[in-house]
């Protein structure tokens, strides 16, 4: 062909070698696209650069979690829906970003934002592990965070505008003399984005594996 391409350029013949993984969801204000490096997906490692674009499918209008010349990866990712609804109708996610110091620490800044108006939120820096984020009426939305191994807050708050409504701190059992942190000597898996690991926190841990 004159133009330099050839029918093997597109198509089935390529599915193979396409590096990006996409997955089309249905929003309030119409459907999104999330876009990201198909090997971040099972990905147990931090590198420069892990991130996702949203591509609002209205307007062609597309974002990213992080910036280009932002130093953090985004090292989880979870996609926040209305319980009940049918198709699945999907509020906003939540995103953990660490620098490499952050990533060597098991630390985490937690990002969150509603959809399909894209306007990120940090709803908090350097925590150990979030869990649960959940819809609990209108834009509010609840979620825990653990801001070290010992102490957890349930946190509320605006997905919308991203002010918190109400903190309040968990009462947890008193930790055994003899625990080992699990960040003395740091998994192997460390920071897997899957979504379907869903032990309680602290063990869930950005997706740990044990």
């Known amino acids: 062909m004159g133009d330099g391409t050839s029918s093997e350029s597109f198509g089935?013949?390529?599915?193979?070698a396409i590096p990006m993984s996409g997955q089309e969801i249905r929003t309030p204000g119409g459907?999104?696209?999330i876009y990201y490096l198909a090997e971040d997906a099972g990905s147990y490692e931090w590198d420069k650069g892990q991130n996702i674009s949203i591509v609002n499918l209205s307007n062609g209008n597309s974002y990213k979690v992080l910036a280009d010349d932002d130093p953090r990866?985004?090292?989880?990712?979870e996609l926040i829906s209305k319980d009940g609804e049918n198709p699945i109708v999907y509020v906003g996610y939540v995103a953990w970003a660490a620098t490499k110091e952050q990533y060597d620490q098991g630390r985490a800044d937690l990002l969150v934002s509603a959809f399909p108006n894209v306007k990120q939120h940090t709803l908090g820096k350097n925590?150990?592990?979030?869990?649960?984020?959940?819809?609990?009426g209108g834009d509010s939305m609840a979620v825990i965070i653990w801001p070290e191994e010992d102490e957890a807050n349930f946190v509320s708050f605006n997905l919308e505008t991203g002010v918190i409504i109400e903190k309040k701190k968990i009462d947890l059992?008193?930790?055994k003399e003899n625990f080992l942190s699990m960040n003395s000597g740091l998994p192997k898996t460390k920071f897997a984005r899957l979504g379907h690991i869903r032990n309680s926190a602290p063990f869930n841990a950005f997706g740990f594996l044990e």
């Open 12 to 16: 089935s013949a390529a599915a193979p």
């Open 31 to 33: 459907d999104l696209v």
């Open 73 to 77: 990866a985004v090292i989880n990712w």
């Open 127 to 136: 925590v150990k592990y979030a869990y649960l984020p959940k819809v609990m």
């Open 173 to 175: 059992p008193k930790l």
